[in-house]
C-alpha cells in the first residue's frame, strides 16, 4: 500500500489550517491596532470634555460650590 496517497491530503489540510490560523491572527493584531487607538482618541475626548466642564463650571461661578460639596461628602464618609 502507497502511504504517499494519504501524506498529501494530510500536508494539505495541515497547510490550510496554518495558513487561516495565521490570516486570523493578522486580522486580530489588526483589530487590537484599531481599538488602542480607538481607546486612545477616546482618552483625549474625555479629557477634553472634562476641561470643558470645568471652564464652564469657572466660568458660571460653582466651581467652589461643587468642591466643597465634594469635602463634605468625603468628610461624612470617613465619620
Do not use: C, W, Y
Amino acid at each position: 500500500m502507497d502511504t504517499r496517497g494519504r501524506e498529501a491530503p494530510g500536508a494539505a489540510l495541515r497547510s490550510a489550517a496554518e495558513n487561516l490560523l495565521q490570516e486570523l491572527q493578522e486580522h486580530f493584531q489588526a483589530l487590537t491596532a484599531t481599538l488602542n487607538l480607538r481607546m486612545e482618541e477616546m482618552g483625549s475626548r474625555i479629557e477634553d470634555l472634562q476641561k470643558n466642564v470645568n471652564d464652564l463650571m469657572v466660568q458660571a461661578g460653582i466651581e467652589d460650590s461643587i468642591k466643597e460639596q465634594m469635602v463634605e461628602l468625603e468628610v461624612s464618609k470617613a465619620v
